[in-house]
């Protein structure tokens, strides 16, 4: 089956791609295009789905750049291939061609940078943790560190998880709250005490205060269709014993 890879004309000109679940070799409740190395899939079908993105971006398999995600704010510089134990952080850039920046999502934002004229790109892993404790900011002040300006930056936040979908208890808003009391707009009220939180427009938030020059989401939810989409959220509610992983990239 052909992949099937969704894009955005802010990042024409620079190979990426937010890539679905369709056209992988995983079966069961992975079936598709898991390349989730960390999940209970057999490891030969997940190298065989990491094998068919390297391919569709056009690099070596080992070229497929990710980092050990830890929900962190940490976003690192990377110029050469890194094979072995894969440091711990949530976001790469880079000013070196032929690395395809990778993130894996399954409700997070995957969300990827560019200044072309620079010639620096960036890819960010963002929870809602991350996107709280400022990975997203990170991301662009790493890419300026490598010569980019911010104002040229462009960023899309790729499938997650929409408003709908995202119930949250008192606590979740609280801790939102008690950061910036501004941030009581990316919720609304749901059932009882529980809230909907829109992670997509707050981390279209974050990125706008962080002064680039242009942010978009694609407007994929994650959670809503289990035929595109691999969900962390909808695997629990559906009591799977695990999920998929989406696989976002950007090389130069």
């Known amino acids: 089956m052909t992949l099937e890879i969704i894009t955005s004309e802010t990042l024409d000109g620079l190979r990426h791609g937010f890539f ?99 010639g620096v790109i960036g890819a960010a892993h963002a929870g809602w943790r991350g996107a709280l404790d400022g990975v997203l900011e990170a991301t662009v002040a790493a890419m300026e560190d490598l010569g980019a300006t911010a104002s040229r930056i462009a960023a899309v936040i790729g499938p997650t998880i929409s408003q709908r979908a995202y119930e949250v208890g008192p606590e979740f808003f609280e801790t939102f709250y008690d950061a910036d009391d501004h941030n009581a707009r990316f919720f609304v009220g749901g059932d009882g005490d529980r809230f909907l939180f829109d992670l997509p427009a707050y981390g279209l938030h974050r990125l706008r205060s962080a002064g680039i020059g242009h942010a978009e989401w694609t407007r994929h939810c994650t959670y809503t269709d289990a035929a595109r989409f691999y969900s962390f959220r909808r695997s629990v509610h559906r009591k799977e014993a695990d999920y998929g992983r989406l696989i976002s990239s950007i090389r130069l």
């Open 20 to 118: 679905t679940r369709r056209g992988g070799a995983s079966s069961g409740v992975f079936e598709g295009l898991n390349c989730g190395k960390g999940s209970s899939d057999q490891r030969e079908a997940v190298e065989i789905n990491c094998a068919r993105v390297a391919e569709a971006m056009d690099v070596a398999p080992e070229a497929l750049t990710t980092v050990h995600q830890v929900h962190s704010a940490t976003a690192i510089a990377i110029d050469h291939i890194t094979l072995g134990k894969k440091p711990h952080a949530d976001a790469m850039v880079t000013a070196t061609h032929g690395l395809a920046l990778s993130v894996l999502t399954a409700d997070c934002q995957p969300v990827l940078f560019a200044d072309p004229g620079a």
